[in-house]
C-alpha cells in the first residue's frame, strides 16, 4: 500500500499513546522463556517483530522463519542452541540472509554450540542442533552488533560456567547492553561489568510481573515532527523519564533544533520553541536508531551538522546513510519516496510533508515491524493520508 501523506495546517495539538517498547518485549520474551516460573508479561509490543519471536518461541516446528525480524534472529541463534537433543532451521527474508551473524555463530560454537550454515559462511539460514552449552571465558567483538552480546548475556544465567565476557573493539549500542542487564537485574540476575568484561554467573532467573513502557524509538519521529511544525502541543503517553532505553537521549537531541520536552502528569508534553542551538556535531554510537529521524530533519531545516558513529547503519533493515542520501533527493522533484523494507524510513518521511507539502510513501505497511498504529496516529495529529490503490 503506498500513501499520499499532507499536512493542511502545519499546527498540531494532539495526545499520542506511544506503543510498547520492542527492544523491552524482545529481550523479555527471551527472559521468560529460560525462567523455571511463570513471568506475566504486561503491555506487550504488537509490533510485527515482537509477534514473531513470541509465535517462534512457542512453535513446535523444526523451521522457524523469522522474515525480517533482526533481533529474533539474533536472539533465537542462541536461545535455541540451548534446546537440547532438538534440531532447528532458522532463516528468514532475503534481507536477514544478508545481515551478518558468524561473529555470535563463532562464539557460540566456542562455547560448545552446534551450528551449521546451510547457504552461505557467516550468513542464514542456520541448522542449530540444540545441546549443552558450557559458558566460561570469551571474547566478543563489540564493533559489529550490541544484539550478539545481547543474545549470549540472556542466556548466560542458564550456562553451567555461567560467563566471563570480555568485548574487544568499540562498543556499539552500549545503551542497549545496558538495557538488557538491567532488565536482567529486575528478574534476579546479579552481573559486573568492569572495564571490557561482564561476568554472570550461574543463577535462575526469578518470576515477577512487568509492565513495558513505551517505546522512546518511536517517540524520536514525534520530536521530528515536533521540530518541523509551525507550533504544537504534543503529549505523548507511556514513556517513563526514568527509562532503561537508550534512545531517551533523542530529546536532549531535539533541544537543539528547537523542541521543548517537558514530563507533566506521566506525559512527555512537546512544544516548539524559537531559541535553538546546533551542535557542531551528534555522536549515534549508542544510539544508532536516531539517526534517520535526525538526518531527515537536518535536511529539511537545512542544517549542516556531523553525525558520527554510525558504523552499523550498513547492516540494518537496509543500508540506511544510502537509503536517507537517495530518498532526500526526491523531496525538491518527484517526492515519491521508497522505504526499502524499513520501517524507520517510513516514519522518518512521513513528517517531511510539513516542510515539502503532500509526498508519497511506498510500502506502508512496513511501520508494523515497530509501530502498526503510526498511520493511525498521524491521523489523529491532523495528517492527511490517502491510500493509493493499484
Known amino acids: ?76 541463534t542462541s536461545f535455541l542452541s540451548l534446546q537440547k537433543n532438538k534440531e532447528f532451521i532458522l532463516t528468514g527474508s532475503d534481507r536477514i540472509k544478508e545481515r551478518p551473524i558468524k561473529e555470535l555463530v563463532v562464539v557460540l560454537r566456542k562455547m560448545g ?108 519521529f514525534w520530536l521530528q515532527i515536533a521540530a518541523l511544525t509551525e507550533k504544537c502541543n504534543i503529549k505523548l503517553l507511556g514513556l517513563h523519564q526514568e527509562s532503561i532505553q537508550g534512545d531517551r537521549k533523542v530529546i536532549d537531541i531535539f533541544k537543539n533544533f528547537g523542541v521543548s520536552s517537558i514530563f507533566k502528569n506521566e506525559k512527555l508534553i512537546l512544544t516548539k520553541k524559537k531559541k535553538q542551538t546546533t551542535p557542531l556535531e551528534i555522536n549515534l554510537i549508542e544510539t544508532p536508531d536516531l539517526y534517520q529521524p535526525i538526518k531527515c530533519t537536518l535536511f529539511a531545516r537545512n542544517i549542516n551538522l556531523i553525525i558520527s558513529g554510525t558504523q552499523t547503519l550498513k547492516n540494518k533493515e537496509t543500508n540506511r546513510i544510502n537509503a536517507i542520501k537517495k530518498e532526500t533527493k526526491k523531496l525538491n522533484t ?7 523494507n524499513d520501517h524507520r524510513m517510513a516514519m522518518s518521511f512521513a513528517p517531511m510533508c510539513l516542510v515539502f507539502e503532500e509526498l508519497q510513501i511506498n510500502n506502508t505497511e512496513v511501520v508494523n515491524k515497530s509501530y502498526p498504529n503510526f498511520w493511525y496516529d498521524l491521523i489523529t495529529a491532523g495528517f492527511i493520508i490517502s491510500p493509493l490503490f493499484d
Not at 118 to 147: C, N, V
Not at 190 to 213: F, L, P, S
Not at 334 to 340: A, C, L
Open 1 to 76: 500500500m503506498n500513501y499520499k501523506v499532507s499536512h493542511p495546517t502545519k499546527i498540531i495539538n494532539c495526545e499520542i499513546s506511544l506503543p510498547p517498547s520492542k527492544s523491552i518485549s524482545n529481550r523479555l520474551l527471551i527472559i521468560k522463556s529460560l525462567c523455571k516460573e511463570k513471568i506475566k508479561i504486561k503491555n506487550l509490543s504488537n509490533s510485527n517483530d515482537t509477534q514473531t519471536l513470541a509465535n517462534a518461541l512457542i512453535s513446535n516446528n523444526k523451521i522457524i522463519d523469522i522474515n525480517n525480524a533482526g533481533t529474533s534472529f539474533r536472539f533465537l
Open 334 to 340: 518527484n517526492k515519491i519516496i521508497d522505504t526499502y
Open 113 to 220: 554450540a552446534k551450528i551449521e550454515y546451510i547457504e552461505r559462511e557467516g550468513f542464514a539460514p542456520l541448522k542449530i542442533l540444540g545441546t549443552k552449552i558450557t559458558g566460561g571465558y570469551i571474547q566478543i567483538d563489540g564493533s559489529i552488533s550490541s544484539q550478539f552480546i545481547t543474545a549470549i548475556l540472556l542466556i548466560a544465567p542458564n550456562l553451567d560456567d555461567g560467563i566471563e565476557l570480555e568485548i574487544t573493539g568499540e562498543v556499539v549500542s552500549k545503551s542497549y547492553i545496558l538495557m538488557t542487564l538491567k532488565l536482567m537485574n529486575e528478574f534476579g540476575i546479579k552481573w559486573t561489568w568492569n572495564d571490557n568484561v561482564i561476568k554472570i554467573k550461574k543463577q535462575n532467573y526469578i518470576a515477577k510481573q512487568y509492565t513495558v513502557e513505551a517505546d522512546w524509538s518511536c517517540a524520536s
